[in-house]
DNA sequence: CAAGTTACCTGACGGC
DNA sequence: TGCCGTCAGGTAACTT
């Protein structure tokens, strides 16, 4: 489910409800999930603490508490987080439960356990940027992130440019969907080799990225199946896309029949005359 | 060592 | 109706 503009939306639903609160107990399903912190440990580490921030980097949600503990969550393909009344009835997939001294309390819906949540002391924390995520990528949003940055990165690369762009060791927060739909934005082909990229492109193509990314968080996110934000609602960036799901409809720009490829396992959707191998064309939206 | 493949899970959907 | 194969927004451990 979740790229960064869904991370990024359900991070800003939650924050006004979660800043200031005391987490003062932790339930879990005992189902594993791709990585639990011990439910002992967030019992110890998170009782009686008062949350102080609420981040996101990549597609992880940080919850920071006023002794720097940090908590992270990753919503792996299906995970869904949102304050719910202590009262109202668990759901089956709900696995990690954190209860709040308002009667309220935050939960993880994960049906397919792709999700994770760890724990990190506030010296892992405050060092977390060459710890826990010294392999993740420069936020596309970044000053960092430059189109000259990312040209330096591709130029090692053979791989498709859209299998860089979906590489979180490269720019983080970019999944399936995003890249699909900043390419076509672009005008260059999902196949086209990252390394082959001219400074041009790049600009173009990182332009690009964070337009829609922008676009796609005032859109409250996507909603394929079942994404809802912390307030339960469904996110209509859906409603803008111009190629991811719509093989064999019309392209917005040309009215070519939109095609689906795969690319390193992963559907690819693109339009083949607005996309060529080689050139770069980008589209005017 | 870069890059492709498989595994981790459940649920929705289409074909028969 | 139901059974079976396929596919899905992510990541990391494999293999080649």
């Known amino acids: 489910m979740p790229e960064l503009p869904e991370v990024e939306v359900i991070c800003q639903g939650l924050r006004p409800h979660l800043v200031g609160r005391v987490v003062i107990d932790v339930q879990a399903s005992g189902k594993p999930l791709r990585h639990l912190a011990p439910l002992a440990a967030m019992q110890e580490m998170l009782g009686g603490k008062r949350v102080k921030t609420v ?60 999700g994770g949540v760890w724990l990190l002391s506030a010296e892992q924390a405050e060092a977390r940027e060459s710890g826990f995520f010294a392999a993740t990528g420069l936020e596309p949003f970044s000053l960092g992130c430059t189109p000259a940055h990312l040209m330096s990165l591709a130029a090692k690369r053979n791989q498709p440019v859209k299998t860089f762009l979906m590489d979180g060791k490269a720019v983080a927060g970019i999944g399936n969907i995003y890249a699909n739909e900043a390419l076509f934005a672009a005008g260059i082909h999902p196949a086209r080799p990252a390394s082959t990229l001219r400074k041009r492109d790049w600009q173009q193509l990182l332009f690009l990225i964070r337009s829609i990314l922008s676009q796609a968080i005032c859109c409250g996110g996507s909603t394929i199946s079942d994404f809802i934000n912390a307030s339960g609602e ?52």
């Open 234 to 285: 469904s996110g209509y960036f859906q409603m803008n896309f111009q190629v991811y799901n719509r093989k064999g409809g019309p392209c917005s720009r040309c009215g070519a029949a939109i095609e689906k490829i795969v690319i390193t396992g992963r559907a690819t959707y693109f339009c083949p005359r607005c996309q060529k191998e080689s050139k770069a064309h980008p589209v005017h939206i």
């Open 55 to 114: 981040s996101r980097r990549a597609k992880y949600l940080l919850i920071a508490f006023d002794d720097e503990t940090l908590l992270i969550i990753h919503l792996g393909m299906t995970g869904n987080v949102g304050l719910f009344s202590q009262t109202a009835p668990v759901k089956v997939h709900d696995h990690v439960r954190w209860q709040l001294e308002n009667g309220y309390e935050l939960r993880l819906h994960d049906s397919r356990r792709f």
